[in-house]
C-alpha cells in the first residue's frame, strides 16, 4: 500500500472507531494558546484544574493575564506542573502579543500560516509542536501537528522511519494527505486517541486496536 493510501486508510479506520474529535476543547483562541503552552509535558485533566483556576479567578484574558507576575501566575497555573517555567513560557507570548500585535488578537491571526509559526517558534519556550497546536487549532491554519504518538503510530506501521525527526514526518503526512484544516485537527485528535488507549510505548495492545492488521 501506498503512503496516501495508507494514511487515508488509517484516518478511515480511527474515525470510524472514535467518531468526531472536536477538537480544541476550548472556548477562545486565547484559551487555547494558554492550554498549548499549559499542556507541555503533563496530561489534560491536570491543563483543566490549570484552566479552571484562572476561569474562577476571572483571569483567562489577555488583558488580565499579562498584568499578573509571573509569582502570581504560576500560582493560578500550579495543577499544570513546572508552573514557574510555564508561566514565564506564557508572559513571553503575551509580551509578543501585546508588543508586537498590540494585544489584537485578530490581527495576529490573520498572518500567513508560516508567518506565524515563525513568530510563534521565536517565544522562548514554544517549540515546534507547542506552535503548530496554535496555528492549528486557534488560528485554524493547515498545518498538522506531530507528536510522540504520531511518531510511535506511523515507525511500527513503517509509514516514516524509526529515526525521524519533527519537520520531516510533518513533511511526509503533508505530502500525502489534502491540506484541510478540519483533516488535520481530527487526524491529529485521532493519533492521540489511539496512542493513548492501544499504542502504548511498551507493550502496545495491537489485538484490540483498530489499526490490527493494517500493513
Ligand atoms: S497498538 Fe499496534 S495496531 Fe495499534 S497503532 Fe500501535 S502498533 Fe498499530
Redesign the pocket.
Known sequence: MQTSEKLKEIYQRLSNHYGPQNWWPAESRFEVMVGAILTQNTNWQNVEKALANLQSAELLSLGSMSELTVEKLAEHIRPAGYYTLKANRLQNLFHLLNEQWDGDLDYFFQQPAMALREQLISVKGIGPETADAIVLYAAEKPVFVVDNYTH??LS??DIIPRECGYYEIQEILTDNLDEDVHLFNEFHALLVQ??KQ???KTN???D???????V
Open positions: 510511535r503510530i511500527r506501521h489511539v496512542g492501544f499504542c502504548k502496545p495492545k495491537c484490540e486496536c483498530p489499526l490490527q492488521g493494517l
